[in-house]
């Protein structure tokens, strides 16, 4: 395991060192600059024709022209529930724990740049999908970095990629926080945790993914919203101490010695990097994975879907991480040795009224973890199928449920790092991909906006 350990360190620090953080933010720029600032313009007309429509008119959704397997609202509530998961509680516990307060200031940065590259990443998903041999529509970026870029071979690179990715990121984390919480809190040990797990989630993975969006579309908005109101309660609660709360965050952001101390040794780069690397584990925007998820979604128009992205990392990182952090910062707690889950549960226990806060991490922290343990298992059967084709797809759910079981008594530190390790390694040609199809984007944004934007005009003015 130190061996591991240690060769994994080794790839991180080059993945995650300079170049690859100026590559995510100029990647994010570019992108918004080319489409026009796509993620803080017409937020009424996002909202209308995402949320708003999807639950006025979900009727209508479900039966929209054009090829799919589940509705529009749906595909994105997996999406959400795979982006809304264990990042959103442990991953900014770990981030802060190990780069301190200001990792929090760069998760947003990230994110506010992320919202274009995801709109990006969902549209292209869409375009490139296509059927498959048991007659499901499967997309992602190994089908428009292979059809798109013309390059098939490189496409296979970022499927493998894909298989090793959905593992790491939820079969082993997610299972792993899941079977932390529940120990932290009811002492049960690691293993019975993941042989539960396992069972639950091979019942929900055999159905396929109609099941899986069904699922999502019952857990997302319960799990998400719960998990709110008690982080925005201790805000509240502390509003007095928000204010120099969020100076320790952003101090800590440009000058972390200020904030730890000297001999914490922690340097601006590093904050960056711990901040960056969890923010993207927590909301995947450079990843690719939710056009995997959105290439299912019975839509005419990609650009409909491509609607969906800015608001995902918003409702994950600028909403839900920040909640997260935030409490852990008030809390004082990130300056003591908890870590992960324990870190979110300690802060919820010490600031919520009673002792009762760190059951609300426990509840969030499996329905979080469960909704992505189903949602990761699609994004490696759509890996394996770009692969092999649909025959297979048995021995993938095996493997799958075989993982949890591993993840559940993995030790944390590697974990995260591991994790870290996959996504610098998966956005690198998937950014590439981006850059190159970007005005093929641009082209179909401006052309639906053109038609679009004023019939939203003329509606409000009704």
Same mark, same amino acid.
């Given at each position: 395991?130190?061996?591991?350990?240690?060769?994994?360190?080794?790839?991180?620090?080059?993945?995650?060192?300079?170049?690859?953080?100026?590559?995510?933010?100029?990647?994010?720029?570019?992108?918004?600059?080319?489409?026009? &600032?796509?993620?803080?313009?017409?937020?009424?007309?996002?909202?209308?024709?995402?949320?708003?429509?999807?639950?006025?008119?979900?009727?209508?959704?479900?039966?929209?022209?054009?090829?799919?397997?589940?509705?529009?609202?749906? %595909?994105?509530?997996?999406?959400?529930?795979?982006?809304?998961?264990?990042?959103?509680?442990?991953?900014? %516990?770990?981030?802060?724990a190990s780069g301190g307060p200001g990792a929090l200031f760069w998760m947003i940065i990230a994110a506010l740049v992320g919202m274009a590259t995801k709109f990006a990443e969902i549209f292209l998903g869409v375009s490139y999908r296509k059927k498959a041999e048991d007659g499901s529509l499967?997309?992602?970026?190994?089908?428009?970095?292979?059809?798109?870029?013309?390059?098939?071979?490189?496409?296979?690179?970022? %499927?493998?990629?894909?298989?090793?990715?959905?593992?790491?990121?939820?079969?082993?984390?997610?299972?792993?926080?899941?079977?932390?919480?529940?120990?932290?809190?009811?002492?049960?040990?690691?293993?019975?945790?993941?042989?539960?797990?396992?069972?639950?989630?091979?019942?929900?993975?055999?159905?396929?993914?109609?099941?899986?969006?069904?699922?999502?579309?019952?857990?997302?908005?319960?799990?998400?919203?719960?998990?709110?109101?008690?982080?925005?309660?201790?805000?509240?609660?502390?509003?007095?101490?928000?204010?120099?709360?969020?100076?320790?965050?952003?101090?800590?952001?440009?000058?972390?010695?200020?904030?730890?101390?000297?001999?914490?040794?922690?340097?601006?780069?590093? $904050?960056?990097?711990?901040?960056?690397?969890?923010?993207?584990?927590?909301?995947?925007?450079?990843?690719?994975?939710?056009?995997?998820?959105?290439?299912?979604?019975? $839509?005419?128009?990609?650009?409909?879907? %491509?609607?969906?992205?800015?608001?995902?990392?918003?409702?994950?990182?600028?909403?839900?991480?920040?909640?997260?952090?935030?409490?852990?910062?008030?809390? &004082?707690?990130?300056?003591t040795d908890l870590d992960g889950v324990a870190l979110t549960m300690g802060a919820f226990r010490e600031l919520l009224p009673g002792n009762w806060g760190h059951f609300v991490v426990l509840g969030a922290s499996i329905l979080f973890g469960f909704s992505c343990l189903i949602t990761f298992?699609?994004?490696?059967?759509?890996?394996?199928?770009?692969?092999?084709?649909?025959? &297979?797809?048995?021995?993938?759910?095996?493997?799958?449920?075989?993982?949890?079981?591993?993840?559940?008594?993995?030790?944390?530190?590697?974990?995260?790092?591991?994790?870290?390790?996959?996504?610098?390694?998966?956005?690198?040609?998937?950014?590439?991909?981006?850059?190159?199809?970007?005005?093929?984007?641009?082209?179909?944004?401006?052309?639906?906006?053109?038609?679009?934007?004023?019939?939203?005009?003329?509606?409000?003015?009704?």
């Amino acid at each position: 395991m130190d061996v591991i350990a240690t060769v994994n360190g080794a790839i991180n620090d080059f993945v995650w060192g300079a170049p690859a953080i100026i590559l995510i933010m100029g990647v994010g720029l570019f992108l918004t600059i080319r489409l026009k &600032g796509v993620q803080f313009r017409n937020w009424g007309f996002l909202i209308k024709n995402t949320y708003v429509k999807a639950f006025k008119d979900a009727k209508k959704e479900a039966s929209d022209a054009g090829e799919g397997e589940i509705s529009s609202f749906q %595909a994105a509530m997996a999406s959400v529930s795979a982006v809304v998961g264990s990042g959103n509680i442990a991953g900014v %516990a770990t981030a802060i724990a190990s780069g301190g307060p200001g990792a929090l200031f760069w998760m947003i940065i990230a994110a506010l740049v992320g919202m274009a590259t995801k709109f990006a990443e969902i549209f292209l998903g869409v375009s490139y999908r296509k059927k498959a041999e048991d007659g499901s529509l499967v997309g992602g970026p190994m089908y428009y970095i292979g059809a798109g870029l013309n390059a098939k071979w490189l496409g296979k690179i970022v %499927a493998v990629l894909f298989l090793f990715f959905s593992v790491v990121i939820s079969a082993v984390v997610d299972t792993n926080t899941i079977a932390g919480a529940v120990e932290e809190t009811c002492g049960v040990a690691p293993i019975i945790t993941g042989i539960i797990l396992a069972i639950v989630t091979a019942i929900v993975i055999f159905g396929g993914i109609t099941r899986i969006g069904e699922v999502c579309g019952l857990l997302s908005p319960f799990m998400a919203g719960a998990y709110l109101l008690c982080g925005l309660l201790i805000i509240v609660l502390n509003i007095t101490a928000v204010p120099a709360a969020i100076g320790t965050i952003v101090k800590a952001a440009f000058n972390p010695q200020s904030v730890l101390g000297g001999a914490a040794g922690i340097g601006v780069m590093q $904050v960056m990097r711990y901040g960056m690397a969890r923010g993207i584990f927590s909301n995947e925007a450079g990843v690719g994975s939710a056009a995997v998820t959105h290439s299912a979604a019975k $839509v005419d128009n990609p650009m409909k879907q %491509a609607l969906w992205g800015p608001l995902e990392v918003f409702v994950d990182t600028i909403i839900v991480c920040t909640v997260t952090g935030l409490s852990i910062v008030l809390s &004082g707690l990130w300056t003591t040795d908890l870590d992960g889950v324990a870190l979110t549960m300690g802060a919820f226990r010490e600031l919520l009224p009673g002792n009762w806060g760190h059951f609300v991490v426990l509840g969030a922290s499996i329905l979080f973890g469960f909704s992505c343990l189903i949602t990761f298992y699609n994004y490696m059967e759509k890996g394996w199928i770009y692969l092999f084709g649909s025959k &297979g797809k048995i021995l993938v759910k095996i493997i799958w449920i075989i993982f949890i079981i591993i993840g559940s008594y993995s030790t944390l530190g590697i974990v995260w790092d591991l994790a870290d390790t996959c996504n610098g390694i998966i956005i690198i040609p998937n950014l590439i991909a981006l850059v190159v199809l970007s005005g093929k984007v641009v082209k179909a944004k401006n052309e639906f906006y053109e038609v679009e934007i004023p019939k939203y005009e003329a509606e409000k003015k009704q």
